[in-house]
């Protein structure tokens, strides 16, 4: 393999691409986690969840203002966008798949999975190798040279690192030939992490990436990044600890207050549930429609990303709807002592759309 | 009754009641609540009594309007109850039933006026009946005050197209 992942613009763009699916691909599961948990219960851990989902949701924004600024588009209504669970992660990790589920150990064993550190046992950038699996996603064949498969989400940030600084380097700011009003400014995004930066050269892309890593898995281990926010991955691990991270706790011996967790408060959601194994007509029609309102949702954030930023706005009226619906769904049991969840089976909605 | 037929019968009774969907009653995560609350306040004896007439009398109907109204709406011992659980699934009280009632039908029970959970209010069906958001709870988003009301009295209709 030759030094740089990432040979040209085109290259570029791909892995944005399949960036925007991956923070998309991981927002399902946690959501299905946060809202399978019973209201009144486990305020801890659904804090800790729902904190990470809105960085996620952060992440995606950066991500397609990165994508903008190269003169990429962000299209959230291709077919494959939305994985079919269970999913492997778009940037090819092979030894794990991330499901929809309840909130449990297992669950957030996949969480630690997601979020797992880069830089914790070897340094340099490794991909991994699998054989195409029918629920992998198209964007982990995001070379031209075929499958390309990162050990972590932080190693397959630092690919698009340094393809953007040797793409930079080549090209020079000619790089930055996006349309600027197609930039996401932090006066859309509020409630949680950092606010949003807007790309228009290379500092800024690379600040973008940067915040991502660094809320995520965490780079090179730490715990806290400078501002003092705990990385995804130790925020997760604090709930099988069941302990909370303190400055100056090394990795794994967190030694702050209780984390109390009740994993039998929770609504017994049945694992990645498909319409179609639905046996009532109501409840099918009921998550029928929660699939096509997250659709059109998907479709008016595409409508932003191209140059409306004002539907930012609206779009977050549509997540409340749609979390008011997610409530509905998880609530309404199917009679096996499993309750119904959100499908995600986003595809044929969004096609019924066009 | 088996517990979840009993729970699918309450629902099916309270759909005719209130004109919701049984899966949106279901929905709302208060149909075990509510059960549970007509059996404490009522007794055992009268809610059951209820759902029987409603499944033997009532739900097989072709005129079922007709048939709600003449076995349980105007029935001095189903009446009050079915009026009490129409204003429960809609504002997510529970008033204490009329003491002529309690008189006749139970006699030993305490009742009075209750609020039974606060998912009882949120989840109140006057509030997508309205087309409103139920005040003080379920936030909208930053700035949805500027735009015109999203909720739809059917959670199947969409307030896009």
Request: charged share 20%.
């Amino acid at each position: 393999m030759s030094l740089h992942v990432i040979q040209n613009v085109e290259g570029l763009r791909r892995h944005l691409y399949a960036a925007l699916q991956l923070e998309h691909a991981t927002i399902p599961p946690y959501l299905t986690a946060l809202y399978s948990i019973r209201p009144g219960t486990n305020a801890e851990a659904a804090q800790i969840i729902r904190t990470v989902a809105v960085e996620e949701m952060l992440h995606l924004t950066l991500v397609g203002n990165v994508l903008n600024a190269i003169g990429g588009r962000v299209d959230l209504t291709r077919p494959g966008f939305v994985p079919a669970y269970p999913a492997y992660l778009p940037d090819g990790e092979t030894d794990f798949q991330v499901s929809l589920q309840r909130f449990s150990p297992e669950a957030v064993e996949t969480f630690l999975r997601i979020e797992r550190p880069a830089s914790l046992d070897a340094p340099e950038i490794r991909t991994v190798s699998r054989t195409p699996h029918p629920s992998g996603i198209d964007a982990a064949r995001v070379s031209d040279a075929g499958e390309e498969h990162f050990y972590s989400i932080g190693e397959f940030y630092k690919a698009i690192e340094s393809g953007l600084k040797f793409l930079h380097a080549q090209m020079g700011d000619k790089l930055f030939c996006g349309d600027r009003s197609r930039q996401i400014g932090p006066e859309y995004y509020y409630s949680g992490g950092s606010g949003l930066i807007e790309v228009t050269d290379i500092d800024s892309a690379l600040a973008a990436l940067e915040l991502i890593a660094e809320q995520g898995e965490g780079i090179h281990a730490d715990i806290f990044d400078e501002d003092g926010e705990i990385a995804h991955y130790y925020r997760f691990h604090q709930l099988v600890a069941g302990k909370y991270y303190q400055p100056g706790d090394s990795p794994h011996e967190p030694s702050g207050a209780p984390v109390p967790v009740d994993w039998s408060a929770v609504y017994p959601v049945r694992t990645n549930a498909r319409l179609d194994r639905f046996s009532s007509a109501d409840l099918r029609e009921s998550a029928a429609a929660f699939n096509t309102d997250y659709a059109r949702f998907l479709k008016s954030l595409t409508e932003a990303f191209d140059g409306k930023p004002d539907l930012f706005l609206e779009a977050v009226g549509d997540m409340f709807r749609l979390k008011d619906a997610f409530g509905q769904l998880v609530r309404t049991p199917l009679g096996d002592d499993e309750t119904a969840a959100p499908t995600f089976e986003i595809d044929a909605a969004m096609e019924a759309l066009r | 009754m088996t517990p979840s037929t009993t729970l699918d019968a309450f629902a099916n009774l309270s759909a005719a009641l209130t004109g919701f969907d049984a899966a949106q009653l279901i929905g709302t995560g208060n149909a075990e609540l509510f059960w549970d609350l007509l059996v404490a306040r009522a007794g055992p004896a009268n809610a059951e009594a209820l759902l029987t007439v409603w499944t033997e009398q009532v739900e097989a109907e072709a005129h079922r309007d007709r048939a709600i109204r003449i076995a349980i709406l105007s029935d001095r011992r189903y009446g009050p109850m079915a009026r009490n659980l129409i204003r429960l699934w809609y504002v997510g009280t529970w008033k204490q039933l009329p003491a002529d009632w309690r008189g006749a039908y139970a006699p030993t029970l305490a009742d009075g006026d209750i609020i039974p959970a606060p998912q009882a209010y949120t989840e109140g069906l006057l509030w997508p009946a309205v087309g409103a958001n139920p005040p003080g709870a379920k936030p909208f988003g930053y700035a949805m005050w500027a735009k015109p009301p999203r909720v739809t009295l059917d959670s199947k209709d969409t307030p896009h197209a």
